[in-house]
């Protein structure tokens, strides 16, 4: 058995499937004279086919995803374009008689040693996509990395990191998990497998040295392990859970149309977190109510360069017109901490990013494009007949600040309404995630038409504790004391000024957190969508009255091991098959 993090939950039996992400050794053999031309016209011939190959797909996910998506794969084309790069294959082609996959590999290992130097994620993923490019030159030069047709599914898909390319690609295989040997909680395919219900584990250790295509291979995304070649007394246990976690879905997939309600009739909104269209299509799957928060920085970075209003408009108003009942949350670019955009002024290094210069702070610097950004999302918002889009701004700090956006979105509809566009009022929003807000939410409730608590930042920003460094992660925990405490505070206090409040950080889709929240007031909760119809199956087996006991108990205890491990006899009891269903 081996160890990683469990990235998405459920159990996943089959045969593995292996993406190696590049050939291991290409030949090292040297080219005779007479070789050389044959093998620039190979390369020149591997080219055009992924050029065409990317065309293809870029086509393709634009008009069956969405055309964020697709922009991934117009940077992936140029990438091949791109005259260093070829420049150095051909050179080594020619110079050094280099066989052209060697050469591909060798400019690999040049990459990799540059990019991995850097901690920058924007880099790192912009390495993936190089490494995706030369997969694919190398794929039409080899067999090795094609995909092997003769394996039956269901699949688990064993791989370093999946790139882009490879999730468009298992889309229409049957592919039931996810082993990753590098990434986190926040990987690319953590947010694949998490938006697609795809039991999946990260950062599980050489693992692409013990496994083969073909072996059997079991996923336990709730406690992130995996089984390699199981005997077959642990085969048979995984295939009865297996089962019931099928079961499960299917049962809370039945769900959907169902309204959540708590067994005292309070109607609760489920609603979803999504990055792009095809999330807005999962949410309306999984049976969410609407959109909590779209976060729009995945939009940045897919681009090269900053997106035109024009862009950005149609963007937005796709989502909003794939969304549940047409009810958006868009929050403005949040970017920096650990995602950065080179093309917004991020080529320097801050010693603290998470507490630099990032969401509105940055958003602030560049006003002409957070004046088109603002523009864009209203007028979507107004064009779209029967929707509700609301603006949300990032990392809220000061009064001061909800002031300016304020102003800026009044300035918004100004300019608008000057070039002739009809405009429709939109409601205007903060996300609560810096402690300084939570401690004086009052001074700011009556600037704000909402408040969106962002969990996953106010635990870091309350607990000094970084919400992606392993080391630090006993104590970034949003069951701890403190945390309860200041959430209550900040609902009660929206309560009370019927300022309506969501929450929309990963807690919001924890059962045991789930029912915390309740006790505390609130009733609106935003979470990834696959985790809506367990959601809603636990609204629909308690009352208000109990979610309030449970807190009450709860918060009497004073360490985070025992809240949690009260929560988890709680919920163990209240809803025992939804286990099944959450990761640890
Ligand atoms: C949060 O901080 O809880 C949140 C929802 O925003 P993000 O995870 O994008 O920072
Ligand atoms: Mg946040």
Same mark, same amino acid.
């Given at each position: 058995?081996?160890?990683?993090?469990?990235?998405?939950?459920?159990?996943?039996?089959?045969?593995?499937?292996?993406?190696?992400?590049?050939?291991?050794?290409?030949?090292?053999?040297?080219?005779?004279?007479?070789?050389?031309?044959?093998?620039?016209?190979?390369?020149?011939?591997?080219?055009?086919?992924?050029?065409?190959?990317?065309?293809?797909? $870029?086509?393709?996910?634009?008009?069956?995803?969405?055309?964020?998506?697709?922009?991934?794969?117009?940077?992936?084309?140029?990438?091949?374009?791109?005259?260093?790069?070829?420049?150095?294959?051909?050179?080594?082609?020619?110079?050094?008689?280099?066989?052209?996959?060697?050469?591909?590999?060798?400019?690999?290992?040049?990459?990799?040693?540059?990019?991995?130097?850097?901690?920058?994620?924007?880099?790192?993923?912009?390495?993936?996509?190089?490494?995706?490019?030369?997969?694919?030159?190398?794929?039409?030069?080899?067999?090795?990395?094609?995909?092997?047709?003769?394996?039956?599914?269901?699949?688990?898909?064993?791989?370093?990191?999946?790139?882009?390319?490879?999730?468009?690609?298992?889309?229409?295989?049957?592919?039931?998990?996810?082993?990753?040997?590098?990434?986190?909680?926040?990987?690319?395919?953590?947010?694949?497998?998490?938006?697609?219900?795809?039991?999946?584990?990260?950062?599980?250790?050489?693992?692409?040295?013990?496994?083969?295509?073909?072996?059997?291979?079991?996923?336990?995304?709730?406690?992130?392990?995996?089984?390699?070649?199981?005997?077959?007394?642990?085969?048979?246990?995984?295939?009865?859970?297996?089962?019931?976690?099928?079961?499960?879905?299917?049962?809370?997939?039945?769900?959907?149309?169902?309204?959540?309600?708590?067994?005292?009739?309070?109607?609760?909104?489920?609603?979803?977190?999504?990055?792009? $269209?095809?999330?807005?299509?999962?949410?309306?799957?999984?049976?969410?109510?609407?959109?909590?928060?779209?976060?729009?920085?995945?939009?940045?970075?897919?681009?090269?360069?900053?997106?035109? $209003?024009?862009?950005?408009?149609?963007?937005?108003?796709?989502?909003?017109?794939?969304?549940?009942?047409?009810?958006?949350?868009?929050?403005?670019?949040?970017?920096?901490?650990?995602?950065?955009?080179?093309?917004?002024?991020?080529?320097?290094?801050?010693?603290?990013?998470?507490?630099?210069?990032?969401?509105?702070?940055?958003?602030?610097?560049?006003?002409?494009?957070?004046?088109?950004?603002?523009?864009?999302?209203?007028?979507?918002?107004?064009?779209?007949?029967?929707?509700?889009?609301?603006?949300?701004?990032?990392?809220?700090?000061?009064?001061?600040?909800?002031?300016?956006?304020?102003?800026?979105?009044?300035?918004?509809?100004?300019?608008?309404?000057?070039?002739?566009?009809?405009?429709?009022?939109?409601?205007?929003?903060?996300?609560?995630?810096?402690?300084?807000?939570?401690?004086?939410?009052?001074?700011?409730?009556?600037?704000?038409?909402?408040?969106?608590?962002?969990?996953?930042?106010?635990?870091?920003?309350?607990?000094?504790?970084?919400?992606?460094?392993?080391?630090?992660?006993?104590?970034?925990?949003?069951?701890?004391?403190?945390?309860?405490?200041?959430?209550?505070?900040?609902?009660?206090?929206?309560?009370?000024?019927?300022?309506?409040?969501?929450?929309?950080? $990963?807690?919001?889709?924890?059962?045991?957190?789930?029912?915390?929240?309740?006790?505390?007031?609130?009733?609106?909760?935003?979470?990834?969508?696959?985790?809506?119809?367990?959601?809603?199956?636990?609204?629909?087996?308690?009352?208000?009255?109990?979610?309030?006991?449970?807190?009450?108990?709860?918060?009497?205890?004073?360490?985070?091991?025992?809240?949690?491990?009260?929560?988890?006899?709680?919920?163990?009891?209240?809803?025992?098959?939804?286990?099944?269903?959450?990761?640890?």
């Amino acid at each position: 058995m081996r160890r990683g993090i469990p990235v998405s939950p459920g159990i996943a039996i089959g045969t593995a499937y292996v993406i190696h992400q590049i050939y291991v050794s290409p030949s090292s053999k040297r080219l005779e004279d007479f070789e050389i031309t044959a093998e620039l016209a190979n390369y020149e011939t591997a080219r055009d086919k992924a050029a065409s190959d990317l065309l293809a797909l $870029e086509r393709k996910v634009d008009a069956q995803v969405g055309h964020e998506e697709a922009s991934i794969f117009a940077v992936h084309q140029s990438i091949l374009r791109d005259t260093a790069f070829t420049k150095k294959i051909r050179g080594w082609i020619v110079d050094e008689r280099m066989a052209a996959p060697a050469a591909l590999h060798r400019l690999l290992g040049e990459y990799t040693a540059l990019f991995t130097k850097t901690k920058d994620d924007y880099l790192q993923e912009r390495l993936n996509d190089v490494r995706d490019v030369i997969l694919r030159l190398s794929g039409h030069m080899t067999e090795v990395t094609k995909p092997q047709s003769s394996i039956e599914g269901p699949l688990i898909v064993v791989t370093d990191e999946l790139l882009p390319s490879q999730a468009v690609m298992l889309g229409d295989a049957d592919v039931q998990g996810i082993v990753t040997q590098a990434g986190s909680q926040t990987s690319h395919a953590a947010i694949i497998a998490r938006s697609r219900g795809i039991p999946a584990v990260s950062g599980v250790k050489k693992i692409l040295r013990k496994v083969k295509t073909g072996d059997t291979i079991v996923v336990d995304g709730r406690y992130g392990t995996v089984e390699i070649n199981p005997g077959i007394e642990t085969l048979t246990a995984y295939r009865k859970l297996e089962r019931e976690f099928f079961d499960l879905k299917d049962k809370l997939a039945a769900n959907r149309d169902l309204p959540a309600t708590t067994v005292d009739n309070v109607d609760l909104q489920l609603l979803a977190n999504i990055n792009g $269209e095809n999330d807005a299509i999962a949410a309306e799957r999984m049976g969410a109510s609407g959109i909590g928060l779209y976060r729009t920085e995945y939009l940045y970075l897919t681009h090269q360069d900053v997106p035109d $209003e024009e862009q950005q408009y149609s963007v937005y108003r796709k989502i909003i017109e794939a969304s549940p009942n047409r009810e958006v949350t868009i929050r403005t670019l949040d970017i920096g901490g650990d995602k950065t955009v080179a093309y917004l002024g991020h080529d320097h290094k801050e010693a603290n990013p998470f507490m630099g210069w990032r969401s509105i702070r940055l958003s602030f610097e560049h006003p002409e494009f957070f004046n088109t950004q603002i523009r864009a999302i209203v007028r979507a918002a107004s064009d779209v007949p029967d929707s509700t889009t609301r603006i949300m701004f990032p990392m809220v700090t000061t009064l001061e600040e909800v002031r300016k956006l304020r102003s800026m979105v009044r300035r918004a509809y100004k300019t608008l309404e000057t070039r002739g566009i009809k405009t429709r009022k939109i409601e205007v929003g903060m996300m609560l995630e810096v402690p300084a807000a939570a401690v004086s939410i009052e001074t700011m409730l009556d600037q704000v038409d909402f408040v969106s608590i962002g969990s996953n930042d106010l635990v870091q920003y309350l607990m000094a504790a970084d919400r992606d460094n392993p080391k630090v992660s006993h104590l970034c925990q949003p069951l701890a004391p403190p945390v309860l405490i200041t959430l209550k505070r900040v609902i009660e206090a929206c309560n009370r000024s019927n300022t309506p409040v969501t929450l929309c950080g $990963e807690m919001a889709g924890k059962p045991g957190a789930f029912l915390l929240l309740l006790g505390m007031g609130l009733r609106r909760f935003s979470m990834s969508p696959a985790f809506v119809p367990s959601i809603k199956q636990l609204t629909r087996q308690v009352s208000i009255k109990q979610a309030e006991q449970i807190l009450e108990t709860a918060m009497k205890f004073k360490t985070t091991a025992k809240v949690k491990h009260y929560m988890a006899e709680t919920v163990g009891e209240l809803a025992p098959d939804l286990q099944l269903l959450s990761s640890r």
